[in-house]
């Protein structure tokens, strides 16, 4: 399956914005779903992930109360909502599915900057 995520862009501190992600194919709802975030200089991290269903979702400690993870199965898509975005939230943002085996596809990426 491929992923393409879109959403990103420049917000100000304490903005808000919305990532999408969507698949190529119907195996998307196969699929557990994560996002996962690198800065410049850093490893990437991985910010949250969600179930098959979306009925479980987990995310790091730096980012629980702020963003949301979603699905639309029939759109394929899935989302992080991101608010009381911070500079330390500036890096390139990425979604990826699989299972737990782990992470076999991923996205290209989408850039995300936080600054006034």
């Known amino acids: 399956v491929s992923l393409v995520e879109s959403g990103g862009g420049l917000v100000q501190p304490g903005g808000s914005l919305r990532l999408s992600c969507t698949a190529s194919?119907?195996?998307?709802?196969?699929?557990?779903m994560s996002w996962h975030r690198q800065a410049p200089g850093k490893e990437r991290q991985l910010v949250g992930s969600?179930?098959?269903?979306?009925?479980?979702?987990e995310y790091v400690d730096s980012v629980k109360g702020r963003f949301t993870i979603s699905r639309d199965n029939g759109k394929k898509t899935v989302y992080l909502q991101m608010t009381s975005l911070t500079p330390e939230d500036t890096a390139t943002y990425y979604c990826?599915?699989?299972?737990?085996?782990?992470?076999?596809?991923w996205g290209q990426g989408t850039q995300v900057t936080v600054s006034s």
């Open positions: 990826a599915a699989g299972g737990s085996r782990g992470w076999d596809y």
């Open positions: 969600i179930t098959v269903a979306g009925g479980i979702t």
């Open positions: 194919d119907y195996m998307f709802q196969f699929y557990q």
